[in-house]
């Protein structure tokens, strides 16, 4: 073997590292604890980006830190808790990445219990949808790409980085090689998830059998109608 083994599992978890930047496809939802009179609630450390909070299956709308300073001006002075009710809103903390605030303060405490993915939309959670880091120690197969572009990725970037290293087996073209299979791999995969909740197609039926359907009928124009160009 030209690299040793322990080297080539270090470049494979740096490759996870790597794919985690350039491929934030990972999708999940889950519960997240809420206590009353706490606005603030920190996420796990894997999160990438948040895509929706619902608060008891209703949205909540996302605003900057600043529009939060618009809606509560105590929020400029550190935390300063608002008036407890119903979360209509909420934004990330511009310091601590994984805090969100939920504004109002919430009024109620849930514990995450159930299944996320549930259909029930009125359960008393708070839910989050988010991106979420490749994770391949992890017991959850939800938190792994699929095998076919983990593999190859994975493969493809230890490839680059081992042939670029110098010293025994350093073979610079075939470094550039792997690293432009790498990209390859990623920008193919990126344009291949792009679409993939696409699968629905809005159309639109003639509002004769289909009620949902619906639409006005055509005009109709007088026997005598003509349209006249001055």
Not at 96 to 118: A, H, K, M, V
Request: hydrophobic share 35%; with cysteine; proline share 8%.
């Amino acid at each position: 073997m030209i690299w040793p083994e322990g080297y080539i599992n270090q470049l494979g978890l740096d490759a996870e590292q790597q794919l985690n930047v350039d491929l934030p496809v990972i999708f999940q939802r889950a519960y997240i604890p809420t206590v009353a009179g706490q606005s603030i609630i920190t996420l796990p450390s894997y999160v990438r980006s948040v895509l929706r909070v619902c608060w008891m299956g209703k949205k909540l709308e996302p605003v900057s830190w600043e529009e939060l300073i618009l809606l509560s001006p105590a929020t400029v002075g550190g935390l300063v808790e608002t008036s407890q009710s119903r979360p209509q809103w909420y934004a990330m903390h511009p310091t601590n990445p994984w805090d969100i605030r939920l504004y109002p303060t919430p009024n109620e405490t849930f514990t995450p219990t159930g299944d996320p993915y549930s259909p029930i939309l009125n359960e008393n959670q708070c839910c989050i949808s988010f991106l979420r880091d490749i994770d391949s120690t992890f017991a959850d197969v939800t938190a792994l790409l699929p095998a076919y572009i983990d593999r190859r990725s994975r493969k493809a970037y230890i490839l680059w980085k081992a042939f670029a290293a110098e010293g025994k087996g350093q073979n610079l073209n075939a470094s550039e090689y792997y690293a432009s299979k790498y990209n390859f791999i990623v920008s193919q995969f990126k344009a291949i998830n792009n679409y993939c909740f696409l699968s629905k197609r809005p159309s639109l039926g003639s509002g004769d059998l289909e009620v949902d359907n619906f639409r006005y009928p055509r005009p109709t124009l007088p026997t005598q109608f003509e349209r006249t160009i001055y």
